[in-house]
Structure formats: structure tokens, C-alpha cells
């Protein structure tokens, strides 16, 4: 681009998008709390907004949880919007254009801990997706004889812990630093790292008592304005691109869409097109909902009715015929163009989604695209070879096509976060087919791993 500013006039930036993802139980759902709990706290500016699916905290709102270390005058983009749902399976569910949702992401592991299997997988999708992280280093108040500093810096408070403190938690982060390094990133504290592009920034922080997060905050801030905002200029006057977090059925509404919208703006009444299990569903909104704040649940005013929503957020679209829409899926506002090129759009990004089948092998159901390519990937990866690989639950038809396959090894279904159809349990009972089913990734490859050694123990 020949102009220094490449944005145009209708273009506007929006919020970056930003996902948590780590081990289970290294506190992500802590952070996401602690993040939103600070910001309501802080009261006055704009506090937060709760959006479906999503938490926006503005600009003002940063900067004041993050003290000196985000003057507002310097930055232009609007804040941050966090994804609710922390863990790498909604990370590789959420996908936009081909690539990852997410713009951003915080990678959280527990000092005490370190890599876990899930962190190494959430790494492992990072790598592949190319999004930019930084390390969350978790729950470093359990550092024995450590001494709770507020309000300040991290990097001040650590100068503030005593000397057995100090070094036990040092040691930590430099396991952690060099666990990264095995993996292929170089990182180092924070405030040494000059450039984000190149090295991995790690945060000391502690979920429970607040401290780190003001750092936290900063370092996402100034790294999306520094090196993601050509990224985040949306035409507002465009049609809206969104991402199906969620199909979820509504009473008063019935199946509903939940989606972050991450380019362009959507209206009710406006015509979209869903990818669904079977075809792009061509529909109308019929109505564009926020969760209404401290509203009874269980009743249709749990929702506020809007006319119009602008990325980056996360709305609930109520419309006809969205049975069949999948999780992951795109959602493109028609707008002037001629449908039936929007329709292409949505099959050309679908299939987009790869995944290698040949003439031998195990069958793969997975209830989301996204999940659907990180098993294969998985898969691929520990040389298991796929005769077929879908979204959906586990129906008849895949019992008789993995019954199909040559290896006794081969004749399995592995389902990830499905069910099985009553009529498919029938088939299954009847022995000849074997069904591995978890909800989590690694653990379900290994399961099918075990089965395969153990299969080959008894033939020898
Ligand atoms: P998730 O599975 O990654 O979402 O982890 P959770 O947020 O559910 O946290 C797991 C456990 O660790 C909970 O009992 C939390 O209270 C605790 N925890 C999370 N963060 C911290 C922290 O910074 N310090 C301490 N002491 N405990 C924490």
C-alpha cells in the first residue's frame, strides 16, 4: 500500500478479540471473572458491557484498571472483547475467513504446574493458526512467603517480595520460559520484551487477589495497537461477518444463533446466510438480542431487542430455519450483493475446512468444524489414517461405514463431544464396531492409542 494510513473513510476500528485458553484448572475462568469483576469494580467510565457470548471492556475502562500503564491518548483502538468461553476447544471452534477467530490470545498456566498436556495442545493451535499469545503465568500468590502488593505494577511488587519469594518464583518462570523455548517460541518477562512479534511476553499474575492483571491488560492493549491495527479496521457501512458460537434453542424464540460478529455491521430484518449441516439456510433476522442485565432467566425479557450491532461483538440472532446451523460456522449478512454469491462464500469458507480422508481408515464425528479439524489434525499427527470425517452425532450410516474398513483396527468411530443415536446404539451393540467417545482431544487419541497397542499385544 502506497498511502502511510490505509484505512478509508467509512472504516472504523474495532475491538480486538481476545480468547483465554490453558490447562484445565490453571485458572482461566478465574482470570475471565477477575477481569470482569476489576472492571465493574471500577465503576464510573464505561465499565463493562455484557454481550452474549462475549465481555467488552472499553478503552476508559482499561485504562483505568491498568493505571499508568495505558493512557488512553495513546491508543485508538475502542478496547478489548473477551470470549466467555476460555479452552481451545471453543478457540478452534471459533474461526473467521479460514484462520482463528480470535486475534488475540492469553495462554494462562499455573506456575506451580506448568506445561500440561492442554498446553502443549493449546500451543500446538496457536502455532498453527499464527495467532499472536502472551503467557498468563497464573496463582503466583502460592508462592511460598509471598507478600500480596496491590495496585501497582507486577514488576514492582515483585521487587517487594522477600528473597526466598522471590527466587522460588523466579525459578518457575524461568522453567517456563525454557518449556516455551522446547516448544519453539522465545519469551521472556514482559518488560524486557522489546519486540511482541518476536518474543513471547509472560505476565506473573494471581487471579485471586487482582495482581498482574493492570500488566495483563496493558501489554494486550499496547500489543493490538501496535501491531494489529491494520487488522482491526472494519467498514461499519459493510455487511456484517460473523462466526456461530453457539445453536441454541430459545423458548419464545426457538433455535437461535449465538455469534460474534467480528467485521461490518448486522440489522434486523436483514437477509443472512448460515452454513448448516446439510446446506448454506438462506434467512431473515428476525430479531438481534443482548442479554438484559439482571433480567430473570427463564423468561423472553432476559433478552433486550436491538436494532443494530456493529463488530466486534457478540449478539443472539433469532430468525427461521436455523435447525440445521452448526457451531463454527459463518454468518454473512447479504446486504447489495446477489445471494447466491454470498452462498458461495459460506461453501468456499466451509470447505476451507480440511480434512484429509483416504480409502482406509477410523471414522471421526466431532460436533463442531473447528473441533472436527483438531481431532484430524490429531489424528494425523499420531499417523492414524480417516475414512470419513463429519460433523453431527453418531448416526446408523457411520456404524456401517466403519464396518467397512480392512484393519480390525480400523473398524472405530471416535466421537468427539457427540451423542450416539439411539438407532446407532443398536448397531453398536451388535460388536462389530467399536466407539471411543471424550471430550477431550488428547485424551480420546490416546484411549484409541491404548486400544491399538493392546489389539497388537494380543496378536502377537
Ligand atoms: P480453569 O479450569 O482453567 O478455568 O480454572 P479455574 O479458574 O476454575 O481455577 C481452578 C482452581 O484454581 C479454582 O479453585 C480457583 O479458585 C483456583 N485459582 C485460580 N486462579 C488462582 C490464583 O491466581 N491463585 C490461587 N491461589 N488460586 C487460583
Redesign the pocket.
Known sequence: MSDTDSTSQSDTLRTPIVAVL??????????LDKIRGSAVSEGEAGAITQHIGATAVPLDTVSQMAGSLVKPEDFDLPGLLFIDT?GHHSFSTLRSRGGALADIAIL?VDVNDGFQPQTEEAIDILKRTGTPFIVAA?????TPGWNPQQGEPIQKSLEKQSKRAKSKLDESLYQLIGELSDKGFSSDFYWRVQNFQKNIGVVP?????GEGIPDLLGVLMGLSQRYMKDEMAIDVAGPGYGTVLEVKEERGFGATLDVVLYDGTIHAGDTIVVGGANEPIVTEVRALLQPRPNAEIRTEKRFDKVDEVRAAAGVKIAAPDLEDAMAGAPVRVVGDRDVDEVIREVEAELADIEVTTEEEGVVVKADTLGSLEAMANALQEAEVPILRAEVGDIAPRDVAVASTAREPEHKVILGFNVDVLSNAQDELDKGEVKLFDDDVIYQLVEEYEEFVDEMKRAQQ
Not at 138 to 142: A, I
Not at 205 to 209: D, E, G, N, P
Open positions: 490453558g490447562h484445565v484448572d490453571h485458572g482461566k475462568t478465574s482470570l476460555p494462562v497464573n496463582k503466583v500468590d502460592t499474575v494471581s487471579a485471586l487477589t
